[in-house]
């Protein structure tokens, strides 16, 4: 019996399957606005082999960044605001250092 609850307790504690990201691509630009608005944060499928960390406001980035509008391809709308991306005011848009 001691067996068997050990064996119950590490399934109930293991490793939890992977969840798909959102694909913004199969969403209305609606959905797409909503879920980002939901969630405050969170990393969505842009196309077959990219995603994005979208953002609803500046509160989900850390203190050194700032936003930029981030646009993506939903199933309505070719040019769809999502919401904000973080990125860093001092070297976004620079070739290098």
């Known amino acids: 019996m001691r067996r068997l609850a050990l064996g119950l307790l590490c399934l109930a504690v293991g490793p939890a399957a992977a969840q798909p990201r959102p694909d913004v691509t199969a969403m209305t630009c609606a959905d797409a606005q909503a ?52 990125v860093d005011p001092f070297t976004e848009g620079r070739d290098g250092p």
Do not use: H, M
């Open 35 to 86: 879920l980002v608005a939901r969630a405050g944060a969170i990393v969505v499928t842009t196309g077959p082999a990219t995603y994005t960390r979208a953002v609803r406001d500046i509160g989900f980035c850390v203190v050194e960044k700032s936003t930029q509008p981030d646009y993506e391809r939903t199933r309505d709308v070719p040019n769809c605001f999502i919401g904000y991306r973080c």
